[in-house]
């Protein structure tokens, strides 16, 4: 059984540009959710992927965006990044209807 | 109000104690996790709750569903469980979590 994967783990990109994080699905699992997680802060819901499409959005702005991939994994996209987007991302699938959630170790994007 | 409540924020403790963490919650739920997460930012995850009680090695997970209430206990604590525990409920209205603050747990020798 293999776990969640997220690559790069860490990051440093400039103010305005755009950054591409991946995310693995673990086998069986056949929904991916994004989160960001502010230093001292609980994550919060960015967006979540089912089939290939969004299956619910936070409140985040459209400069991030998403997608999904045949094999279930997923990749999570923020264009013109603003500094406030530093911040650690957190991947985790799970199965449509099901409770049980699968973590990556996340991936730190610091924006300069 | 967050829809997820933790406390403490911050707690210190001395090697051997038992600790408890509370989590109050305001939203209707399928599920109830108990996560830890280390320095490192990666979350594992300890307990999946949706009534009564569970146990593993020094940790127990209690809920209470009516009163919307949970806790997160550690029996006889040791320095390695210092980290950040995070409670995050699994909503009725869809799939995805909402997290507490966390609270970091530091267990001192």
């Known amino acids: 059984e293999t776990g969640v994967t997220q690559s790069p783990t860490h990051l440093i990109k400039t103010r305005g540009q755009q950054v591409t994080l991946r995310c693995s699905s673990q086998?069986?699992?056949?929904?991916v959710s994004w989160y960001q997680q502010a230093l001292g802060q609980g994550p919060q819901f960015i967006f979540q992927?089912?089939?290939?499409?969004?299956?619910g959005r936070g409140n985040f702005p459209p400069r991030f965006s998403g997608l999904q991939f045949p094999n279930y994994s997923s990749e999570l996209n923020v264009n013109a990044l603003e500094l406030d987007d530093s911040a650690l991302y957190l991947c985790?699938?799970?199965?449509?209807?099901?409770?049980?959630?699968?973590f990556g170790s996340g991936t730190r994007l610091t924006v300069v | 109000k967050n829809e997820v409540e933790q406390s403490p924020q911050n707690l210190t403790a001395q090697e051997g104690e038992f600790i408890t963490i509370n989590c109050s919650y305001s939203?209707?739920?399928?599920?109830l996790h108990w996560l830890q997460q280390h320095p490192g930012g990666g979350i594992v995850s300890l307990f999946m709750?949706?009534?009564g009680k569970k146990k593993h090695g020094r940790l127990i997970a209690t809920i209470n569903i009516q009163e919307k209430h949970s806790s997160l206990h550690i029996t006889a604590s040791h320095p390695r469980d210092s980290a950040v525990y995070i409670c995050?409920?699994?909503?009725?209205?869809?799939?995805?979590?909402?997290f507490g603050e966390g609270t970091q747990l530091t267990v001192n020798p």
């Open positions: 086998s069986g699992h056949n929904t």
């Open positions: 995050a409920v699994a909503e009725t209205s869809g799939s995805r979590l909402t």
């Open positions: 709750l949706s009534s």
């Open positions: 992927y089912y089939r290939e499409e969004e299956n």
């Open positions: 939203v209707g739920i399928s599920a």
């Open positions: 985790a699938s799970s199965l449509i209807g099901g409770s049980g959630y699968t």
